[in-house]
Nanobody, 123 residues
Framework: QVQLVESGGGLVQPGGSLRLSCAAS????????MSWFRQAPGKEREFVAG????????YYADSVKGRFIISRDNAKNTVYLQMNSLKPEDTAVYYC????????????????WGQGTQVNVSS
């Protein structure tokens, strides 16, 4: 069965960095585009970054552009999110998700989700 398992979250000071990982299994990872979303308390889950099946195309939410980098290693069935210059407003649970067909920022275009990893940015 399809499984997505995130890791790498934690507590970091403003201006710091974290690297999230999402290990995938149960499907042909290299055939799917993947994305990261996040959900802060009391807010809707929002798109953060996406990457094409080959890794050749990436796109980002305006709020993280220039600070976050999404990448993937198809040999390891893993997608990453390098988060730099973190801000308190980046505090959220971060989820990776598998895309259904085309690259999208809409939650409804994703069919499998991980359990999430908590990121807290605070001094």
């Amino acid at each position: 069965q399809v499984q997505l398992v995130e890791s790498g979250g934690g507590l970091v000071q403003p201006g710091g960095s974290l690297r999230l990982s999402c290990a995938a299994s149960g499907f042909t990872f290299s055939s799917y585009y993947m994305s990261w979303f996040r959900q802060a308390p009391g807010k809707e889950r929002e798109f953060v970054a996406g990457i094409s099946w080959s890794g050749g195309v990436t796109y980002y939410a305006d709020s993280v552009k220039g600070r976050f980098i999404i990448s993937r290693d198809n040999a390891k069935n893993t997608v990453y999110l390098q988060m730099n210059s973190l801000k308190p407003e980046d505090t959220a649970v971060y989820y990776c998700a598998r895309g259904r067909a085309t690259m999208s920022r809409r939650k409804s275009d994703y069919d499998y989700w991980g359990q999430g990893t908590q990121v807290n940015v605070s001094s």
